[in-house]
């Protein structure tokens, strides 16, 4: 369900991205104004990034695949080690593969994978509270809300209020997995 993305996947990757442009536009960020022109770069440079912030600690990314087939991303960035231990998780989902759990399932195990073997304390998510699928994906997981970050992230033109929603190991630990909540959860 998850993997690294490769070079090799720049077709499919483009095309799933293309054919799903307006459904994803309402919730991806985008610069704001003054911060100069979106840096254009290869696909094959977009993919040696990734590893590279993987590599560097920054951030852990990974390819959606269901039926072999790339239907979305979600990574794990922002992270910071030392004293906090934490990142967040985002993600990107093609419409077709909404509405099956796929997102839920996939951020459960990015969570997990941090709490556990990448030794992080803390994972957050934040959304947007008009996004009404992935307010979904963080109330299945169990997340706690911890409130609202005002205008925290600037989308289609303007700042936008997004809602935290947060987990840490001892809460993971405790229910023994996130993916094992969602799984009894779903019978």
Do not use: K
């Amino acid at each position: 369900m998850l993997r690294p993305l490769t070079v090799a996947d720049q077709q499919e990757w483009h095309r799933v991205r293309r054919e799903n442009a307006s459904f994803v536009a309402p919730w991806e960020p985008t610069l704001p104004p003054g911060s100069g022109p979106r840096p254009t770069v290869s696909f094959r440079r977009f993919v040696h990034d990734l590893d590279a912030d993987a590599r560097d600690d920054l951030s852990l990314p990974w390819c959606i695949e269901v039926g072999g087939a790339i239907v979305g991303q979600v990574h794990l960035f922002g992270i910071v080690r030392a004293a906090q231990q934490s990142a967040a998780v985002g993600y990107w989902l093609a419409e077709s593969a909404t509405g099956r759990g796929i997102a839920t399932r996939a951020v459960a195990l990015v969570a997990d994978h941090a709490l556990g073997p990448a030794g992080l304390h803390r994972v957050e998510v934040n959304v947007r509270g008009d996004n009404t699928a992935s307010l979904a994906v963080v109330q299945r997981l169990g997340l706690r809300d911890e409130g609202v970050r005002q205008r925290f992230l600037h989308i289609d033109g303007r700042w936008h209020d997004h809602r935290t929603f947060a987990v840490t190991r001892e809460e993971v630990e405790s229910a023994g997995s996130l993916l094992g909540r969602v799984s009894r959860r779903d019978g």
